[in-house]
């Protein structure tokens, strides 16, 4: 049997790249559950001091998740377990950086979203948590933030940044400065003056009740403001 020469090469450069580009996410996001760890500890016992009724607290419930609780939010970091490409329209692809090497654009994700504490506490399913950045890392280490805010164009310099444990702990605290930057508001009058009786009865056990913050934005990539 003659192989394809075609399926050989896509199986040593693109799938290969992409099994490279898991493995380095993956061991990047346990320095990411390393850092959320050290971090709440680190405020915890200096908050603690001025309020003790101010919860500061990490969790993680496998591999691909860890949350950051402080106060009335919540961080979840979620790693992606799929490798990435970018649609052709997408600036990454006029970086000087990336046309000297097509594979360097295939990147792994980490989204980190906000949700109200109380939506964990409280089971309230229907509560709406927020994707306030993804963080895209390609097989050198390169990395670049897509967010709202601050979050969008701190972190913008594929071509030459490099994830460390310097740049995860400056991610972390901006995501906490964004989050505690937004206040709960509150909800429509008209999405709530309507309630079944079951919502009411349910609403004593678990508050299900839909409850979120609203924050509008824009990605940083349509403002096409990636190096």
């Known amino acids: 049997m003659e192989l394809n020469q075609n ?55 496998g591999s691909y998740d860890a949350k950051l609780k402080f106060g009335g939010d919540t961080l979840l970091f979620h790693m992606h377990t799929n490798v ?4 052709e ?7 000087g950086y990336v046309k000297e090497d097509p594979l360097r654009a295939y990147c792994g994700m980490i989204n980190i979203y ?9 089971n309230r399913v229907n509560d709406a948590g927020y994707l306030i950045a993804r963080i895209f890392i390609n097989k050198d280490n390169h990395f670049f933030v897509d967010g709202k ?9 594929f071509a030459n940044a490099e994830i460390s444990e310097a740049n995860i702990d400056k991610i972390i605290e901006a995501s906490l400065v964004y989050s505690l930057d937004f206040d709960l508001l ?8 309507r309630v079944t009786i079951n919502q009411i009865i349910e609403l004593t056990k678990n508050m299900k009740l ?18």
Do not use: C
């Open 7 to 61: 399926i050989i090469k896509t199986l040593k450069e693109k799938t290969s790249t992409k099994q490279e580009v898991f493995h380095k996410v993956i061991n990047h996001f346990e320095i990411f559950k390393t850092r959320l760890r050290a971090i709440a500890e680190s405020y915890h016992h200096e908050i603690i001091k001025h309020d003790d009724r101010v919860d500061i607290q990490y969790s993680s419930k």
């Open 89 to 95: 329209n997408h600036p990454i692809w006029k970086i």
């Open 114 to 122: 906000n949700f109200l504490s109380d939506s964990f506490k409280f």
């Open 210 to 227: 839909t409850t979120d913050k609203r924050l509008g934005f824009k990605y940083s990539w349509e403002r096409n403001d990636l190096k």
């Open 149 to 157: 805010r601050q979050m969008g164009f701190l972190f913008t310099d």
């Open 186 to 193: 509150t909800p429509n009058y008209s999405a709530m003056q």
């Open 84 to 87: 990435f490409g970018f649609e």
